[in-house]
């Protein structure tokens, strides 16, 4: 039943004129909905009357209202129909090519989906098979340890460039003070030359 609601929402949202979801949809005053740019071609070439593109209602006068809210509806269904077909997707992926049955194990071996008919062939014959949610489990946690790892390298080298930057910032002022000191020193230098 579910299904069969969002196949009448989306056909609600489909513009009869280019059979597709509507774009920035306009509604006329007989109360159907068409996309700006179709209806607008429609009626470019008419001057006196001009009828509905669907239901040949005469309109005596272009009066083309955007529907901000019939746009919104629009952009749910698109949203349905994209989680729609990316479920559907997923359920072709879940299933065995070569058995048509659903993965529902893992091979360690080969590292890849199997189902039960496949770890019974000689192919996968010694290997290490788990059910896929403690294969998920188990390589979780292998990849947080990793996690953690590369966390502890980070915040060494964040260390390491915060001393880099002290000393940095350390030598610099070291510099200035030597810069001037020598400056000072060269001006009295002058000053001791004119005065000879």
């Known amino acids: 039943m579910a299904v069969s609601l969002v196949f009448t929402l989306q056909a609600e949202v489909i513009c009869p004129i280019c059979l597709d979801y509507l774009n920035d949809p306009f509604t006329i005053i007989c109360g159907h909905n068409f996309c700006a740019s179709c209806i607008k071609m429609s009626s470019k070439n008419l001057r006196d009357n001009f009828p509905c593109p669907f239901c040949f209602y005469p309109q005596e006068e272009r009066y083309f209202r955007v529907n ?7 952009d749910l269904a698109t ?35 199997v189902c039960l008919l496949c770890i019974q062939s000689p192919a996968h014959h010694g290997h290490l098979v788990r059910p896929v949610q403690e ?18 390298q980070l915040a060494k080298m964040q260390k390491l460039v915060v001393t880099q930057d002290r000393k940095l910032q350390g030598l610099s002022y070291q510099i200035r003070r030597q810069r001037d000191q020598l400056v000072s020193e060269m001006e ?9």
Do not use: I, W
């Not at 901000?68 to 629009?74: E, I, N, P």
């Not at 048509?100 to 071996?109: I, R, T």
């Not at 009295?188 to 000879?196: A, D």
């Open 68 to 74: 901000s809210q019939l746009g919104r509806l629009v």
């Open 79 to 113: 949203l349905l129909h994209r989680s729609e077909s990316s479920e559907m997707r997923q359920e072709e992926e879940d299933m065995c090519e070569e058995h048509k049955q659903v993965l529902s194990l893992f091979c360690e071996d080969e590292q890849k989906l």
């Open 135 to 152: 294969a998920a489990l188990h390589h979780r946690q292998r990849l947080s340890h990793y996690v953690e790892a590369l966390k502890k």
């Open 188 to 196: 009295q230098l002058n000053l001791l030359v004119e005065c000879e």
